[in-house]
Each structure stands twice: as C-alpha cells, then as structure tokens.
C-alpha cells in the first residue's frame, strides 16, 4: 500500500522568507505522480503544483518550487517570498499512472508571521 | 471555468434524516471522487466514477452511504440514516482520466456536514 507521511504538523515562516515543507511516501510503483495542495481557512483544496515521477526536472510554479528525490521517495515543497496569503494547510498527495485516487498526507499547516 | 460546483455548502441534519450531498464535475472531465475530511482520519476517499461508472467504493463507511453518477454532469452522495460521527467535510473532485495518467484532480468547496 502506498502512504505519504508529512512529519511538520506545523512551520512558520517570516514574511518574505523561504519555507520548505517536507514530504516522504512509499511505493513500489514505476510510474506515479506527486502533489502539493493547499487548504486554506475556507476549507477549498487548491493545486500548488504537480511533479510527474518519470520527469528528473522539479517542478515550479511562480514562487513555489520542489526538490524531488526519487532514489529518496522524498517530495518537499519550497515557497519563496513567503506571503500572509500562503497560509494554510498543505497537503502532500500522491496517486499511481493506473489507480488514480489520490493518498494524501496528513498535512503540515503553515503560518506566515508579518 | 465554474470549476467544481457542489450543494449544499453547509448542512445541519438531525441524527436519521438522509442527506444528499451534490456535485457538478468540470465539464469535460470523466472522472469524479469523492473525499471525506475529518480531524481524526485526515482525507479519506469514499468512492470514484470513470465515465459514470464506479470503479472502486471500497472506501465508502458503510451501507448508509451511497453514491450515484446518473450522467456526466451530476452525482449525488447520499447517507441514510446519518449519525452524529458522519459529521465531516464532504469534497467532490474530477479530473480528465486518460490510461496511464495521473491525472490532476480539482476539488470543489465541499460541503460542512454537521450531524445533531
């Protein structure tokens, strides 16, 4: 069975900081695909970003980067410039090229201090 | 894009009533999740759709709940009789499912269930 295990329950981050979050999971599988999902105090679950396991290159998106270890089935999340708006839960998810539901972790929720 | 579009927002049951909890998928996409969140279990996937049909329900608590996909523009969680520990966020998600892919899943606002 494959698991996600976030061990931050929680960080904090000055603002205009740099934060990483940590993010580990175990498979057997080839071929998979890792996410970050944020979940901010409204409850709705917004995709951060997307790495397919067969690409080496990490994903970014504007200030939100990932380091993706594949030998280390390691998957951290680095935002930069850490904004008020970056608040939230973050959720570390998982799901296989042919199972497709997404395993998530049990999430780090992050604070940004002005 | 409407994005996922789910209904009710937020529900206030007494223990027994049914519930029917509803989602609109992203139009276009051809499968469809739906997630249950709680403090004490984290998310859970209760049931997914692949073009209308159910795949895997193997997370779904029990017969109470069911779960239904009429068309590929609609379905419906249903629990009969609810009790007080349904009580959770209910998330509907879909995505544009293709073999071999993984596929992003977008999730709705989901729907607060409070169980008296």
């Known amino acids: 069975a494959q698991t996600v295990t976030q061990s931050q329950p929680e960080m904090s981050v000055q603002e205009a900081e740099t934060v990483t979050l940590s993010c580990t999971y175990d498979?057997?599988?080839?071929?998979?695909?890792l996410f970050w999902y944020k979940q901010p105090p409204s409850r709705q679950m917004i995709l951060v970003i997307r790495?397919?396991?067969?690409?080496?290159q990490n994903a970014t998106e504007n200030r939100f980067s990932v380091n993706f270890q594949k030998a280390a089935k390691s998957f951290s999340l680095k935002i930069s410039d850490s904004q008020l708006g970056d608040a939230a839960m973050y959720f570390c998810a998982y799901s296989t090229g042919s199972a497709r539901q997404l395993t998530f972790g049990s999430g780090t929720q992050l604070t940004v201090l002005p | 894009d409407a994005g996922v579009i789910q209904s009710p927002r937020h529900e206030v049951t007494e223990m027994g009533q049914e519930v029917t909890l509803r989602c609109k998928p992203i139009?276009?996409?051809?499968?469809l999740f739906w997630y249950r969140q709680t403090m004490m279990r984290g998310l859970e996937l209760l049931i997914y759709?692949?073009?209308?049909?159910?795949?895997?329900d193997s997370g779904m608590p029990e017969d109470r709940f069911s779960a239904k996909m009429p068309n590929a523009s609609f379905s419906t969680l249903k629990i009969q009789p609810s009790e007080p520990r349904d009580s959770a966020v209910y998330f509907c998600?879909?995505?544009?499912?293709?073999?071999?892919?993984?596929?992003?899943?977008?999730f709705g606002p989901g729907t607060r269930l409070l169980v008296l």
């Open positions: 790495q397919e396991a067969y690409k080496q």
């Open positions: 759709f692949n073009n209308n049909v159910p795949i895997d």
């Open positions: 139009s276009g996409h051809n499968s």
């Open positions: 998600a879909s995505s544009l499912a293709g073999i071999g892919s993984g596929e992003t899943q977008y």
């Open positions: 498979t057997s599988e080839s071929d998979y695909y």
